[in-house]
């Protein structure tokens, strides 16, 4: 009887070992964390359904239009009052002025939606790779929010 409760206890060891082994290579869920961006890999153009656009240039500046009110979680006050998608420009940086992070966050400045430069909000990296999506994180009951998938490199703005 003991040999046979060793054994399963080994195997049942096995399988837990195996799928932690593995679990890197399951990468790219929502929210788990692996999956992380260096600034090269967030400049450029990402889109959204619907028509959402966000430009990252490589200098650390972004443009964004068409993004859907609701899929914007801001951290002190909501923007300007309207129904419409929201636009707007500002800097970014990744999280924690890291090299690499598993966010991006987005410090607006006053013009399109926002009234003034007091808001910000954060992109998570839903997946990594050759094809990256990012979601502005609205709900932490859900899994993530509204994705942007990166389309091309980042147009140059004459301003």
Same mark, same amino acid.
């Given at each position: 009887?003991?040999?046979?409760?060793?054994?399963?206890? =080994?195997?049942?060891?096995?399988?837990?070992? =195996?799928?932690?082994?593995?679990?890197?290579?399951?990468?790219?869920? =929502?929210?788990?964390?692996?999956?992380?961006?260096?600034?090269?890999?967030v400049?450029?153009?990402?889109?959204?359904?619907?028509?959402?656009?966000?430009?990252?240039?490589?200098?650390g500046?972004?443009?964004?239009?068409?993004i859907?009110?609701?899929?914007?979680?801001?951290? +002190?006050?909501?923007?300007?009052?309207?129904?419409?998608?929201?636009?707007?420009?500002g800097?970014?940086?990744?999280e924690?002025?890291?090299?690499?992070?598993?966010?991006?966050?987005?410090?607006?400045?006053?013009?399109?939606? +926002?009234r003034?430069?007091?808001?910000?909000?954060l992109?998570?990296?839903?997946?990594?790779?050759?094809?990256?999506?990012?979601?502005?994180?609205?709900?932490?009951?859900?899994?993530?929010?509204?994705?942007?998938?990166?389309?091309g490199?980042?147009?140059q703005?004459?301003?």
């Amino acid at each position: 009887m003991k040999a046979i409760r060793g054994r399963a206890t =080994a195997v049942a060891v096995s399988a837990v070992l =195996a799928v932690l082994g593995t679990a890197p290579l399951l990468g790219g869920c =929502a929210g788990d964390g692996r999956d992380k961006l260096v600034p090269r890999e967030v400049a450029g153009v990402w889109k959204g359904p619907g028509g959402g656009r966000v430009e990252f240039q490589g200098d650390g500046t972004f443009r964004m239009s068409g993004i859907p009110r609701s899929a914007v979680e801001f951290g +002190f006050s909501k923007p300007t009052t309207g129904s419409g998608p929201l636009s707007g420009r500002g800097s970014w940086e990744l999280e924690g002025n890291t090299r690499r992070s598993d966010s991006v966050e987005l410090r607006f400045a006053a013009g399109g939606s +926002f009234r003034d430069d007091s808001e910000s909000t954060l992109l998570r990296v839903a997946k990594g790779g050759d094809r990256p999506v990012l979601y502005f994180d609205t709900n932490s009951d859900k899994g993530y929010g509204y994705e942007v998938r990166r389309t091309g490199p980042a147009p140059q703005h004459a301003d």
